[in-house]
């Protein structure tokens, strides 16, 4: 594994937690002395969960001092932030199929209130993932019953509709706003569809796994789309496959990552499930007089295999950290993105501060 003379300095710190981390999310900071994590709760003893919110200490060590804590009626499936709103929104959806979005008070650092949809409203089951648009008040919610869901976000309370029904023929896994009236999502068999909400009735375009020979039964688990490149849409899933997608032409994808083309791949970083994958901004400025309009930029993930990594298309991945145990969530600070936060599946969280 490359490793380059930069990422030798990198700082880690790990915080023993006393639950497991689901899921986590930077909360856009009001200042630039001010450090907000948002988290995902599982408590194994209780079997309850919950949505808390953390003010980080960047002293030496740093650590999370907890501000806010709301109780989840289920287990959290999927968290988003939303990071631009009148007042920054969080939302959960559950193993049980019940959505809630919180508007937070960052001034007081809490969950000021809540609206909610019931399970059994929007999906049979559970809700696999959801997104909130990043200049909007909706939300995009996908299952593994084949429903895709639009949810409009009021101040008092959730509004929903059905934008397609597979009745359980097609899965859905991930999903991603690629502009206020696309968006991409992902299921079984490493396929994608993109979404026009102009367009009613199905899927405007999509691509198929059929590319991924011997692994044709993988997974997509995440989507991402780059802010200023929204018609390229990256995806993650199982054997360690990553994978970018111009929802703009009907072709093949680009493979940065896996074992999907059924040989071996000298660039990849791991062989397992891929849980989470995002545009790595801070390589990008980094390397910004380098990269052409074509290329993919860099992208970090994490892996049921415990590897937090950035693979860049032609070169040698970054391994950032191994560990011993899965890495199911991480999360890139936007406003300073040399910072990362990851949950360990040891009930750990690591802060990554990168030179």
């Not at 959730?158 to 299921?187: C, H, I, M, N, Q």
């Not at 801070?282 to 693979?311: F, K, Q, T």
Request: include cysteine; charge should be negative.
């Amino acid at each position: 594994m490359a490793v380059t003379g930069a990422e030798q300095t990198l700082q880690i710190h790990r915080l023993p937690q006393s639950k497991y981390i689901d899921a986590l999310r930077w909360l856009p900071p009001l200042s630039a002395f001010d450090r907000f994590v948002v988290l995902a709760v599982f408590d194994s003893d209780s079997d309850s969960s919950s949505v808390e919110i953390h003010a980080l200490n960047r002293s030496d060590p740093p650590n999370l001092t907890p501000q806010s804590i709301w109780a989840s009626p289920s287990r959290i499936s999927s968290l988003r932030v939303s990071r631009s709103f009148h007042k920054p929104l969080v939302a959960a959806s559950t193993f049980a199929g019940s959505l809630h979005v919180l508007f937070t008070d960052l001034v007081e650092a809490s969950l000021d209130s809540e609206v909610s949809i019931p399970e059994k409203s929007l999906h049979v089951g559970p809700i696999s993932c959801i997104d909130l648009q990043e200049k909007g008040s909706d939300c995009v919610s996908v299952g593994e019953d084949g429903r895709v869901n639009l949810i409009s976000i009021g101040d008092s309370r959730l509004s929903s509709r059905r934008v397609f029904d597979s009745k359980g023929l097609v899965s859905y896994t991930a999903a991603r706003w690629a502009s206020p009236t696309e968006f991409v999502t992902g299921g079984l068999g490493f396929s994608l569809q993109l979404w026009d909400q102009r367009k009613p009735g199905g899927p405007v375009s999509q691509v198929k796994g059929n590319w991924a020979q011997s692994t044709s039964s993988g997974i997509v688990h995440s989507i991402d789309i780059n802010p200023s490149r929204k018609h390229t849409c990256l995806a993650g899933g199982s054997s360690g496959t990553v994978f970018a997608w111009d929802i703009r032409w009907q072709q093949q994808p680009i493979i940065l990552s896996g074992m999907a083309t059924g040989g071996a791949n000298a660039h990849s970083p791991s062989e397992s499930e891929v849980w989470e994958v995002q545009y790595d901004n801070y390589m990008h400025s980094s390397n910004m007089g380098n990269v052409s309009s074509s290329r993919i930029l860099p992208v970090m993930i994490c892996s049921e295999d415990g590897i937090l990594a950035v693979v860049e298309q032609g070169e040698e991945p970054i391994e950032l950290l191994a560990e011993p145990c899965a890495i199911n969530s991480f999360d890139i600070d936007q406003q300073n993105p040399s910072d990362v936060i990851c949950s360990l599946e040891w009930e750990s969280i690591a802060i990554l501060t990168r030179p």
